[in-house]
């Protein structure tokens, strides 16, 4: 069974950075994309970010890019995400996912909660 337990949120000031890690276990994941999604109250789950296992390449929403960055570690079966200049609206829960390269996402950690104070 694939399990996502996310860790390093917390709360910070605005400007500030924060960096979350998913420890990912139960499978090989080469085959596989691995997001961040974020909620806020009262609003939609949304995908911050994305990553793909085996190439690296990347996915950002506009409204993080240039200030989130999105890494894995192969040996250690990690995904990382990097928040710096970080802003009130980036308050939410954030979330670790995978999915399957045609499939959607339907691995999930548990949350993390990002609060950013002004």
């Known amino acids: 069974q694939v399990q996502l337990v996310e860790s390093g949120g917390g709360l910070v000031q605005a400007g500030g950075s924060l960096r979350l890690s998913c420890a990912v276990s139960?499978?090989?994941?080469?085959?596989?994309?691995m997001g961040w999604f974020r909620q806020a109250p009262g609003k939609d789950r949304e995908l911050v970010a994305q990553?793909?296992?085996?190439?690296?390449?990347?996915y950002y929403a506009d409204s993080v890019k240039g200030r989130f960055t999105i890494s894995r570690d192969n040996a250690k079966n990690a995904v990382y995400l990097q928040m710096n200049s970080l802003k009130p609206e980036d308050t939410a829960v954030y979330y670790c996912?995978?999915?399957?390269?045609?499939?959607?996402?339907?691995?999930w950690g548990q949350g993390t909660q990002v609060t950013v104070s002004s």
């Open positions: 996912a995978a999915k399957q390269l045609l499939g959607s996402y339907d691995h």
């Open positions: 990553i793909n296992w085996s190439y690296g390449s990347t």
């Open positions: 139960g499978r090989t994941f080469s085959r596989y994309f």
